[in-house]
């Protein structure tokens, strides 16, 4: 079983150039998830999806942008890198909404901006 | 209101100790709350979780302690070994939202000695 999985693991960006971290799961799962990770911040929200066609802004929105056009993939988009986007970017998809099912997450992309 | 606030930053502790990690919440509709382990390298991993219902969980070496009326919970690990070393998260989220969204603390990082 794959999971979660996100390509690439790793990416070196200059300043001002775009990039899209890609996330696809296997699990048929409905709820998708961004995060970002910074030492001692924590997982902060970047955006979220709940199905096919729908997604929302989460605690950390800007700079980035969602899609999600199948159930399986739900890609994100760096416009314009920015060096304070430098971090650990992790996806996660859920079964649905129901708040006692567990996140499962990929394991990560490490970005740097440079 | 959103916050949930995690302490220690770090810990060390000697195998066999009992390492506990506190977490606090103010948002009292949150209804759910869950403890990730994080390897390095790995994404974070559902470990165990506990509903405001109930005082106490245990899986294993593994414990939830909640208290409601303080509005704070914890994490014990007894009989800690050299493999639990890791990154520790907790977070909260509310059913109501319908979204499974978590609000993650800071982390703690637990290294065990042998």
């Known amino acids: 079983n794959a999971g979660v999985t996100q390509t690439p693991k790793f990416r070196i960006l200059k300043i001002g150039q775009s990039m899209t971290l890609q996330c696809t799961q296997d699990?048929?799962?409905?709820?998708m998830y961004w995060y970002r990770q910074d030492p001692g911040m924590g997982l902060k929200l970047i955006y979220y999806?709940?199905?096919?066609?729908?997604?929302d802004k989460g605690e950390v929105p800007n700079g980035y942008n969602v899609s999600r056009s199948t159930t399986e993939d739900f890609p994100l988009r760096l416009e314009l890198a920015a060096p304070s986007q430098t971090s650990v970017y992790f996806c996660?998809?859920?079964?649905?909404?129901?708040?006692?099912?567990?996140?499962?997450f990929g394991d990560g992309t490490r970005l740097s901006i440079l | 209101q959103q916050q949930v606030k995690q302490s220690p930053q770090s810990l060390i502790v000697q195998k066999g100790g009992i390492p506990i990690i506190n977490c606090a919440y103010e948002n009292t509709a949150f209804d759910y709350f869950p403890w990730y382990q994080q390897f390095p390298g790995k994404g974070p991993a559902l470990l165990i979780a506990?509903?405001?219902?109930?005082s106490e969980k245990k899986e294993g070496r593994f414990t939830i302690s909640f208290n409601k009326s303080a509005k704070q919970f914890s994490l014990h690990i007894m009989d800690s070994q050299p493999g639990d070393s890791a990154t520790y998260f907790c977070?909260?989220?509310?059913?109501?939202?319908?979204?499974?969204?978590?609000?993650f603390g800071q982390g703690t990082t637990l290294q065990v000695k042998p």
């Open positions: 506990i509903r405001p219902d109930v």
């Open positions: 699990m048929n799962h409905n709820y």
């Open positions: 996660a998809s859920s079964y649905g909404g129901q708040v006692y099912q567990p996140q499962h």
């Open positions: 977070a909260a989220s509310m059913r109501s939202s319908n979204t499974g969204k978590l609000i």
């Open positions: 999806s709940v199905g096919a066609g729908i997604t």
